[in-house]
């Protein structure tokens, strides 16, 4: 699969933009703060309906403007198709697939396959788990509909809980306190949270496992075998306990406003011979075990989907030094890559075959 085509309207700095793109490798050049990340944000947000930067919409129309248009020309398997994507102020996406509006962002899951490096991702190993379970969520909801919708769920089950835990609160310090019929309908909430809490328990600790498959002989070939890399899956809590405990803590959620106990708070382990990375590896170790983390996600989804994902690199090469590079370099061949750099004299030097390379500059091509 790659991108044959994108064009924009009144997107970020662009009030228009029609480019084409090859099947292997593509650069677009440039100085910082031109618009040459705003392109791959957009060919990420047409493919997952999501921002990788978490933007709000108002944030992504062009300033003064009301809309913002993105039209996505993809390839699989021989086949073309066009996804559009209507962008309002008042927060709504429109979204279609060959001309046709779908209602449900699952629907577009599973048309392609993107894989986003940015130098943001390079700290997923030592920031917080938030960081992490993004990168397990991210990666999961484009080869799972079911888990998107169970996290879909979930989310919007955990904040109505919340928001109940919130009221129970304010309510039991009020002189006619009515918490006892607010708590009772936690009951409710509890169902819901734990059934798709499950399910989502299990797909991250399924995709953690497949992972390790890959990611060992990926860290060795860049540390020349002198390390082995492990995940672990650190669940806030299993699934045959999730219930019980949630109860249990109940008293301790209403104290504090909010629901201490789920897959929201789950983590992951990155571990090299044996020693946690997150807490004491060097500043080398970390930006080797996201390297692998990345690598290993591409040879993943290739081995799920049996065709190649799109990679889309944001200025991560200018971070890596010359053996991560060359290790990152070696093992995208194969994979349509759209690379945004502020030169390319480094690719020209490593004899990397580019197909197409664009300058862009003030949010247009030149």
Same mark, same amino acid.
């Given at each position: 699969?790659?991108?044959?085509?994108?064009? $924009?309207?009144?997107?970020?700095?662009?009030?228009?933009?029609?480019?084409?793109?090859?099947?292997?490798?593509?650069?677009?050049?440039? =100085?910082?703060?031109?618009?040459?990340?705003?392109?791959?944000?957009?060919?990420? $947000?047409?493919?997952?309906?999501?921002?990788?930067?978490?933007?709000?919409?108002? =944030?992504?129309?062009?300033?003064?403007?009301?809309?913002?248009?993105?039209?996505?020309?993809?390839?699989?398997?021989?086949?073309?198709?066009?996804?559009?994507?209507?962008?309002?102020?008042?927060?709504?996406?429109?979204?279609?697939?060959?001309?046709?509006?779908?209602?449900?962002?699952? /629907?577009?899951? #599973?048309?392609?396959?993107?894989?986003?490096?940015?130098?943001?991702?390079?700290?997923?190993?030592?920031?917080?788990?938030? /960081?992490?379970?993004?990168?397990?969520?991210?990666?999961?909801?484009?080869?799972?509909?079911?888990?998107?919708?169970?996290?879909?769920?979930?989310?919007?089950?955990?904040?109505?809980?919340?928001?109940?835990?919130?009221?129970?609160?304010?309510?039991?310090?009020?002189?006619?306190?009515?918490?006892?019929?607010? /708590?009772?309908?936690?009951?409710?909430?509890?169902?819901?949270?734990?059934?798709? #809490?499950?399910?989502?328990?299990?797909?991250?600790?399924?995709?953690?496992?497949?992972?390790?498959?890959?990611?060992?002989?990926?860290?060795?070939?860049?540390?020349?075998?002198?390390?082995?890399?492990?995940?672990?899956?650190?669940?806030?809590?299993?699934?045959?306990?999730?219930?019980?405990?949630?109860?249990?803590?109940?008293?301790?959620?209403?104290?504090?406003?909010?629901?201490?106990?789920?897959?929201?708070?789950? =983590?992951?382990?990155?571990?090299?011979?044996?020693?946690?990375?997150?807490?004491?590896?060097?500043?080398?170790?970390?930006?080797?075990?996201?390297?692998?983390?990345?690598?290993?996600?591409?040879?993943?989804?290739?081995?799920?989907?049996? =065709?190649?994902?799109?990679?889309?690199?944001?200025?991560?090469?200018?971070?890596?030094?010359?053996?991560?590079?060359?290790?990152?370099?070696?093992?995208?061949?194969?994979?349509?890559?759209?690379?945004?750099?502020?030169?390319?004299?480094?690719?020209?030097?490593?004899?990397?075959?580019?197909?197409?390379?664009?300058?862009?500059?003030?949010?247009?091509?030149?």
């Amino acid at each position: 699969m790659y991108v044959e085509s994108l064009a $924009l309207k009144d997107f970020r700095n662009y009030e228009a933009l029609d480019i084409r793109f090859s099947d292997k490798i593509n650069i677009l050049y440039g =100085d910082n703060a031109q618009g040459k990340t705003n392109i791959l944000e957009s060919i990420f $947000l047409a493919a997952t309906t999501r921002s990788h930067k978490k933007s709000k919409e108002k =944030d992504i129309i062009r300033f003064g403007q009301d809309n913002s248009y993105i039209r996505l020309g993809v390839n699989k398997r021989d086949v073309g198709h066009r996804i559009d994507v209507h962008i309002k102020s008042t927060g709504n996406k429109g979204i279609a697939i060959d001309g046709i509006p779908i209602k449900r962002a699952t /629907e577009l899951f #599973g048309l392609i396959n993107i894989i986003m490096f940015s130098p943001e991702d390079l700290s997923i190993v030592k920031n917080g788990p938030g /960081e992490r379970r993004r990168f397990m969520d991210m990666e999961i909801c484009q080869l799972s509909r079911l888990y998107y919708r169970n996290l879909s769920t979930y989310n919007k089950v955990l904040d109505q809980r919340n928001n109940t835990l919130k009221q129970i609160s304010f309510q039991k310090g009020r002189p006619s306190d009515e918490g006892g019929s607010l /708590e009772d309908t936690l009951d409710i909430w509890d169902i819901q949270l734990v059934e798709a #809490g499950k399910s989502i328990i299990k797909e991250r600790s399924n995709f953690i496992s497949m992972m390790n498959e890959i990611i060992e002989e990926i860290h060795s070939s860049i540390t020349s075998s002198n390390e082995k890399l492990e995940l672990r899956y650190e669940p806030n809590v299993s699934i045959d306990d999730f219930e019980d405990t949630l109860k249990n803590k109940r008293a301790i959620d209403i104290k504090n406003t909010v629901t201490m106990t789920g897959p929201h708070r789950d =983590d992951f382990g990155i571990y090299i011979n044996d020693i946690d990375v997150r807490v004491y590896g060097s500043q080398g170790q970390q930006r080797t075990a996201a390297l692998s983390l990345k690598l290993a996600e591409i040879e993943l989804v290739k081995d799920i989907i049996n =065709d190649n994902p799109i990679l889309l690199l944001d200025d991560v090469m200018s971070e890596l030094d010359s053996k991560r590079r060359e290790s990152l370099l070696s093992r995208i061949s194969n994979i349509q890559t759209i690379i945004t750099c502020t030169g390319y004299d480094d690719f020209i030097k490593q004899r990397i075959n580019v197909d197409k390379i664009y300058k862009i500059s003030n949010g247009k091509i030149v």
